[in-house]
């Protein structure tokens, strides 16, 4: 069903996509199912303090994602 969900949500001018979160919150099929639609798409997972810190180097950088 998020799949379905997904569909309607993305709007067909998204060209960049984060996710944030691993595989057990957004599946392989729904970051394919971006990438279909034309979107550029970027995962970041990890702990809580994983997290935290890559958010903080990205507002120390001022960058909207990491670089790949």
Do not use: H
């Not at 379905?4 to 709007?11: G, L, S, T």
């Not at 550029?40 to 180097?57: K, N, P």
């Amino acid at each position: 069903a998020t799949v379905e969900v997904a569909k309607d949500f993305v709007p067909d001018s998204a060209a960049n996509v984060t996710i944030v979160g691993g595989f057990d919150r957004v599946t392989q099929q729904e970051e394919e199912l971006l990438r279909s639609r034309g979107c550029t798409v970027r995962r970041i997972s990890g702990d809580a303090y994983q997290l935290m810190e890559i958010f903080r180097e990205l507002v120390e950088k001022n960058k909207p994602f990491p670089q790949d």
